[in-house]
């Protein structure tokens, strides 16, 4: 048990940089594109939105990738597309049952899905915080 908390708590923190610098780059991304949110039209402001979002999903699906990564160098599938699919459902929370894993690694599975709830909450909360800001930054255009 100690072992799989050593192998779900470092992947976690991997997970977390790799979420971080993706969120860096989301950030980057917006303030580089101000010009577009500062414009009267919604549809500008929505296309960087979408910029933004697609970075935080990119990154949300990296770390899939490295939990599946993580499940094939384990033994615990044949297949990267079968753990990716596994990782998937872990990290979204799903549940399926479908696919588990054998009994030495099943805590990596909550672990996974824990990892999931943080990240996927971080990344709501910044493209939350980026439509927000936009939205603000529209009206106040259209009032000039």
Not at 34 to 60: E, H
Request: net charge neutral; charged share 10%; glycine share 6%.
């Amino acid at each position: 048990m100690l072992v799989n908390l050593l192998f779900g708590l470092s992947t976690m923190v991997l997970c977390l940089l790799l979420q971080s610098l993706l969120f860096g780059l989301a950030l980057r991304y917006y303030s580089r594109n101000d010009y577009l949110v500062n414009n009267p039209s919604f549809w500008s402001s929505l296309a960087v939105i979408k910029g933004v979002m697609l970075l935080l999903v990119i990154g949300n699906l990296f770390q899939v990738a490295i939990w599946a990564s993580l499940f094939l160098l384990l033994g615990e599938f044949q297949t990267f597309e079968e753990a990716f699919y596994h990782s998937a459902v872990n990290f979204a929370t799903l549940g399926y049952g479908d696919i588990v894993m054998s009994a030495s690694h099943k805590l990596l599975g909550p672990l996974e899905a824990v990892n999931g709830v943080l990240m996927i909450g971080v990344s709501t909360a910044a493209l939350m915080s980026a439509f927000q800001d936009s939205v603000q930054k529209t009206l106040h255009a259209r009032k000039r």
